[in-house]
C-alpha cells in the first residue's frame, strides 16, 4: 500500500476515534446525528457530527427537492466572470506554491493523469463529431450579441447577458446569431477544423437546390431551427468530455470524499443522458423532411425530463462554487490533478468550470432559441407547439430560480441560527419548511423614565431586527452575535403604528412596535425611533410587510401606506404604552 493511502487511513482512524471519546454517549451518542466529511488544510479528512437531525434533514430537503434554482443567487455562478474558461481561481503566487507541493509520483499505479488527444463519441448523432465544443458556440453568440451592441442596440443585449437573472420577459431575450433583421441568410459561422453549424451547409440542401427555392425569410427559419439540433450536438459533446475526461477520472476521484465528488459533478451524466435522447429525436425530425416544419413538438416530449436534471443540477451549482473554490485553494492534490487534466488536448485549453457551468448555458439559450423560431414563423407554420414549448422551458427556469433562492435562504438560517443566544428567552428553531429572512437591521428603542418631580427622560438603545416570512426577531448586537430580547408571530402578533410623538414627548420620528402576543403569551410594545436612512428602510420594510400581510395587493394603496403615514396614525393616549426604565 503506498504511504500517502496508509497515512490518510490512519488519519481516519485517530479522527475517528476522538470524535467517539468527544461524544458524551459514546458511540450511540454519535450514531444519532448526521456526519459530514471534508478535507482540513493538512488534506486530511475530517469527519463532524451534528445532533440536530431535524435541522440537517432541512438541508438535505432542499438541496436534493425536484424543485431547485436563480436569480440573485447564482450572480456569483452565472457570471461571465466567475465562469470564465480560463480558472482565476487562485492567484499566480498560490498556483506556483500549489504547483511545487509535494504530490504523489505519477509512475504508482492509480496517479496517472491521461493526456488524450481525442474522446471517443459513443452517441449515433450524425453531427456531435463535426460540431466544436459548446464553449466555442457559447463565445460565438456572445460576440454575435456583441456585434450589435455596435448597431446600437444596447438594450436588448444588457437584456440577454442578464445572467444573473434567468426568468426575463420573452420581449427582452437574446436574439441568435441566426437574427432575421437582414433579408439574407448569416454567413456561416467557422470552427475547429473548418466545421460549420448551418442548415444551408447541409448535402442535401445544396443538392436539392433549396437555397434557391425558398424566400431568405424561409431559409432563415430553417437555419433557426437546425440551430437547435447543431448547438445541441455541440452541447452533448462538450458533456460527453467532462463525463469522461473528468467525472469518470480515477485520479481525480482519488484526491476528493465521495459526498464532495458527488457535489462537484452532481447529475451531470444524466443530464447528458437526457440531451442525447433529445438530439436524437431532432434529428430524426429532420431525417423526415430536411425542410422542418416543426420542432416544439419534440421539445415538448422531453420537457419532464428536461425538468428532472435541470432543476436538481442548476440548483447544486452553488454548492459547486463553493466547493471548487476551496478544493483550488486548501486541496493540492485535487488542485495538481485537475491542472494536469485541464492541459489534456482533448480539453482545448477550456477549463473545468467551463464544463460545470453547460447545463446553465444551455437551457437559457434552449428558450432564446425557440423565441427566435417562433419570431420567423410562417403563415402556414402552426404556433401553438413552439409557444407551449418556450412557456414549458420558461417553467422550468422559474423552479431553477425559486429553488436556489431557497437554498440561499437555507444556508442564510443555517449561518444566523448559529450567531443568536437564547439566553433569557424561551429558545425556538430558526431553521423550519418555508422561512426565509424578508429583511434585517438596526433601530432605537426610545426607554423613557419617568422622575420623582413628575417629568421624564429618554435613553435611546439599539436594537436589531430580523424579520422573517413568519417571524420577528428582537435582538441586541453584541460584537458578531445576538442576544434575543422578544419576538412574535408575524403577522398576526404584529402590528406597526404611528404615534403623536410630539403631543407624547417624543422625537417625531418616534413609531410603535406593537407584539400582541410576544414569547412568553402576553402582549408587549416596543417604542422606536428611525433617523439614518437604514434605519428608514427597516422601518419602511415592516410597514410594507404588515401592509401585504393584511391582504393589501393594491400597489397604489401600498404606494399610499408608504408615503402617507397619518393613513396609520392612531389615536392612542398615553396610557397605552410600555415604558422600560
Known sequence: MPNH??????TLCRRLEHLVKLSPGGVEASSGGVMSVSLDESNSLVLAASSDKKNCQDLLEALYSPAGGIATALRSVGSRKMWSSHPETVSPRQEKEMSLAPEAPLGEPGCEVEMKETIEMTSESKYIQASPLYQDYWLQCMRTEMNRIQSGNLSVLVASMHLPGLVTPPSSSAVSPLSPTS??????????????LLW??????QERGLLDILTPRERQLQEAMFELIGSEASYLKSLTLAVTHFKESQTLRMTL???EHHILFSNLTEVKGISERFLLDLEARLDESIVMQQVGDVVMQHRAALRQVYVPYITNMMYQETLIQHLMQQNRAFFNVLKKLEKAPVCQRQSLKSFLVLPFQR???LRIILENILKLATPDMDPVPLKEAIMAIHQILTECDDGVQRMKQTEKLVHLEKLVDFKRVKSIPLITRGRTIVHEGSLRQVKVKRSSAGGSCSSFTEIYLHLFNDLLLLSQREEERFRVLDYATFPVHVQVEQLKAEALGLPHESFLLHLTENHNGIPAAYVLIAKTSSEKETRSTLNCAEFLASGGQDTCALTEAFTNPSLRQSNLSLSHFFFFT
Open 257 to 259: 470524499p465521495t459526498v
Open 183 to 196: 433579408g439574407t441568410p448569416p454567413t456561416p459561422r467557422r470552427f475547429h477544423g473548418g466545421t460549420c
Open 5 to 10: 493511502v496508509a497515512l490518510r487511513i490512519k
Open 200 to 205: 444551408q451547409d447541409l448535402p442535401e440542401v
Open 363 to 365: 437551457i437559457t439559450r
